[in-house]
């Protein structure tokens, strides 16, 4: 039995909160459970603010802006963020973001951002591993930061890991045997996905607000694994 | 507070079993619930096995098993489960199914299919939308069929829905306000995806072979869309 347990009143995140001292109240570590934060009070806490107003687009990002209809200050604090354009169409500027995962505009967020207007955006934290790292240091609980993404045959985002500590993000089951004796075939599980898709379920829809959550009653047999495990490096990118 | 509790004692799913008379003793219909089955006991109570010996690959087949390294019978099917190749290279052979989804062998599965060696292969269900439908009516709850599928640019699978009735798969959000009044970006949600991904947590690793969980606690407010909702058209695929 899973059970998802939305997490609340943690009030809203400014610069500067320590995020554990707040969770820790509301987070009880279990052998079987894992806590599920979202990417936006993570960035808010560490102070991942940017006024667009203090951004000066270059010329890279005033053709790349006119290509994808954004606002040339957004998109150059989007390639500043960035290795690579993964894709450049009106209105969809996707990337791949520094740490590897590949999203739209960066993972960087104007809504649900706080007071400020529209020229206030959010990025992304500066290495979500390595946020989740000192949650579950202070925790003692696995962590996993959520950040909602498209998906490119799809319709609709989902929820995908975008930091992960004390878990095994990604399960390998190569070799492994089904049932009837034959090796599996599919041999990895980016479980660390799944958790944070089944958290986004008690997260709610973005007015909701609810900004965590503890999965209980998971169960694995893998070494713990950052989610930078989950990213397929570009040599292996079969979609370019 | 989601909770999600795995399925079982349904024992190995044969050709013509009756899955709604197998699930109604395990089901308490309720408004806040939605039953998961995998795809897999669909197919199978649908007989949708084909044993290799009978399949003659045509040319396009054997040019494709050639570039792909897979048995040019295994391709053979694939082709014609498939309206269009995505991509094919050694090991790799991704096509849109018929029904829209886009997946590796267009889901065509050898492993825990019980009895019948290597030569025999599962199917899709022949439309898993419709399948789910006839399962919502049996049971009078909400039904998602559940698959496992990789992705482009992130390592391990994730399950998603293949097929759904009695909820929407896909939530939107267009012009929803933020909690700061400003118009949401991130629009629509794949509902039916990310409660896919949730119970594949209390399914756990395929040797286990639960093949079904019933998700408590949903809330939505969205007219029901089948899976087909999720499916991004071909002119609209940005990565082609």
């Known amino acids: 039995m899973i059970r998802i347990e939305p997490v609340t009143g943690l009030g809203e995140i400014a610069?500067?909160?320590?995020?554990?001292?707040?969770?820790?109240?509301?987070?009880a570590p279990a052998a079987d459970t894992v806590l599920v934060v979202t990417q936006?009070?993570?960035?808010?806490?560490?102070?991942?603010?940017?006024?667009?107003?203090?951004?000066?687009?270059g010329a890279t990002a005033i053709d790349l802006a006119e290509r994808t209809r954004k606002d040339p200050r957004l998109v150059?604090?989007?390639?500043?963020?960035?290795?690579?354009v993964v894709r450049a169409a009106p209105n969809v500027l996707i990337t791949r973001h520094r740490t590897g995962h590949v999203m739209a505009n960066a993972g960087i967020d104007q809504s649900n951002i706080g007071a400020g207007g529209n020229d206030r955006v959010l990025l992304l934290p500066l290495d979500a591993d390595t946020?989740?790292?000192?949650?579950?240091?202070?925790?003692?609980?696995p962590v996993v930061i959520a950040d909602s993404f498209g998906r490119p045959w799809r319709y609709g985002t989902v929820n995908v890991a975008?930091?992960?500590?004390?878990?095994?993000?990604?399960?390998?089951?190569?070799?492994?045997?089904?049932?009837?004796?034959?090796?599996?075939?599919?041999?990895?599980?980016?479980?660390a996905d799944m958790i944070a898709s089944a958290a986004g379920l008690a997260m709610g829809e973005a007015s909701e607000g609810i900004p965590a959550a503890i999965v209980h009653g998971l169960a694995w047999h893998a070494v713990p694994r950052a989610a930078s495990a989950l990213v397929r490096p570009l040599e292996e990118d079969l979609f370019r």
């Open 15 to 27: 610069p500067g909160d320590d995020l554990a001292d707040l969770l820790r109240p509301r987070v």
């Open 40 to 57: 936006k009070i993570v960035s808010k806490a560490e102070d991942r603010y940017v006024d667009l107003h203090t951004v000066r687009p």
């Open 76 to 84: 150059e604090l989007v390639l500043a963020e960035s290795s690579a």
């Open 131 to 141: 946020s989740a790292a000192a949650l579950h240091d202070a925790l003692g609980i």
């Open 162 to 191: 975008i930091g992960a500590a004390g878990l095994p993000s990604l399960v390998d089951q190569r070799g492994d045997e089904d049932r009837d004796g034959r090796t599996l075939q599919v041999t990895q599980v980016a479980l």
